[in-house]
């Protein structure tokens, strides 16, 4: 049987014993908010996003002013330490998987991309956003809307060229057979029509078969589903007898961590991670050991 979760509305007004909104306002707001932070520990994007609903409510639906500003205590992100691998156990996983699978994984790692970056992610990689001639990799649409280049891993290069010779095959073959193009958001197939079907717009990473696109009905090669990544990298851990829990992520955490303990400058990584605070890659240096827990006793 399905159980139908309240909606954030729906709470606030039974945590107010069923008051009606209109005998409401920005003290019950409050209160209500604040509640979910320190009674629910929620997640602060879930208080946020009850935050939004209640100014919806009573601006849009109700047409009625809050009193004041709602200042009311901040839900808090967990300060937990990312798990990280040590080189030696990145090769362990890698050295365990094969083909497609080891190519992607080798992105990962060498490169710090995210496995899905929001509006465009990992596996949406289109051909023009490679550039082996500078060893990069364009990030497009991230997870703050907006571009940044990162690396292409040098040894990675053979196997990637290899796999796009064979991926330009499969297009070629869609091309003859009538299909061959791919998913455009509406502004770029309008400014570009005919570039649905071009080699540079196709992605790196293809589906294995044709599929009927929802939206517009047509028939289209999609990008990979990451889903075939995580399960080919648990299997990989789990065979080298890794006793962590590891998933696609902590190649981007092993990324960043490795390159701190290679000496780079905190800010290159903060630009190749695509950090907006340079408070989120120094949790990396708590990895490292080279924050407070670096210092060493006096007793030694």
Do not use: C
């Given at each position: 049987?399905?159980?139908?979760?309240?909606?954030?509305?729906?709470?606030?007004?039974?945590?107010?014993?069923?008051?009606?909104?209109?005998?409401?306002?920005?003290?019950?707001?409050?209160?209500?908010?604040?509640?979910?932070?320190?009674?629910?520990?929620?997640?602060?994007?879930?208080?946020?996003?009850?935050?939004s609903a209640l100014l919806f409510l009573y601006r849009q639906v109700l047409n009625v002013e809050l009193t004041g500003r709602v200042d009311a205590i901040r839900a808090?992100?967990?300060?937990?330490?990312?798990?990280?691998?040590?080189?030696?156990?990145?090769?362990?996983?890698?050295?365990?998987?094969?083909?497609?699978?080891?190519l992607m994984a080798q992105l990962l790692y060498g490169s710090g991309m995210r496995l899905m970056e929001s509006g465009a992610h990992w596996a949406r990689l289109r051909?023009?956003?490679?550039?082996?001639?500078?060893?990069?990799?364009?990030?497009?649409?991230?997870?703050?809307?907006?571009?940044?280049?990162?690396?292409?891993?040098?040894?990675?290069?053979?196997?990637?060229?290899?796999?796009?010779?064979?991926?330009?095959?499969?297009?070629?073959?869609?091309?003859?057979?009538?299909?061959?193009?791919?998913?455009?958001?509406?502004?770029?197939?309008?400014?570009?029509?005919?570039?649905?079907?071009?080699?540079?717009?196709?992605?790196?990473?293809?589906?294995?078969?044709?599929?009927?696109?929802?939206?517009?009905?047509?028939?289209?090669?999609?990008?990979?589903?990451?889903?075939?990544?995580?399960?080919?990298?648990?299997?990989?851990?789990?065979?080298?007898?890794?006793?962590?829990?590891?998933?696609?992520?902590?190649?981007?955490?092993?990324?960043?961590?490795?390159?701190?303990?290679?000496?780079?400058?905190?800010?290159?990584?903060?630009?190749?991670?695509?950090?907006?605070?340079?408070?989120?890659?120094?949790?990396?240096?708590?990895?490292?050991?080279?924050?407070?827990?670096?210092?060493?006793?006096?007793?030694?």
């Amino acid at each position: 049987m399905l159980i139908r979760v309240p909606t954030g509305r729906e709470r606030f007004i039974r945590f107010h014993k069923l008051r009606h909104p209109l005998e409401m306002n920005t003290p019950e707001i409050e209160a209500f908010l604040t509640w979910l932070a320190v009674e629910q520990n929620v997640a602060p994007a879930t208080q946020n996003q009850a935050l939004s609903a209640l100014l919806f409510l009573y601006r849009q639906v109700l047409n009625v002013e809050l009193t004041g500003r709602v200042d009311a205590i901040r839900a808090q992100k967990d300060k937990r330490l990312p798990t990280v691998l040590t080189k030696d156990e990145v090769q362990q996983v890698l050295d365990r998987m094969t083909g497609i699978h080891q190519l992607m994984a080798q992105l990962l790692y060498g490169s710090g991309m995210r496995l899905m970056e929001s509006g465009a992610h990992w596996a949406r990689l289109r051909v023009k956003d490679v550039e082996f001639s500078h060893h990069q990799i364009l990030v497009r649409d991230t997870k703050g809307n907006e571009d940044r280049v990162t690396l292409l891993p040098k040894r990675a290069v053979p196997l990637l060229q290899q796999h796009l010779q064979d991926v330009k095959k499969l297009h070629q073959g869609d091309l003859a057979s009538g299909y061959g193009e791919v998913y455009l958001p509406y502004a770029l197939a309008r400014k570009y029509p005919n570039a649905a079907k071009e080699w540079l717009w196709q992605y790196v990473f293809p589906a294995d078969r044709l599929s009927v696109d929802p939206r517009s009905k047509a028939v289209r090669r999609h990008h990979a589903d990451e889903s075939v990544l995580q399960r080919a990298v648990r299997r990989a851990a789990l065979d080298a007898k890794i006793n962590k829990h590891v998933t696609p992520h902590v190649f981007r955490h092993s990324f960043a961590t490795h390159l701190l303990e290679a000496g780079y400058d905190i800010r290159t990584v903060q630009e190749l991670l695509g950090h907006k605070d340079i408070k989120t890659t120094q949790i990396y240096t708590h990895v490292l050991n080279q924050g407070p827990m670096g210092v060493r006793s006096p007793l030694d």
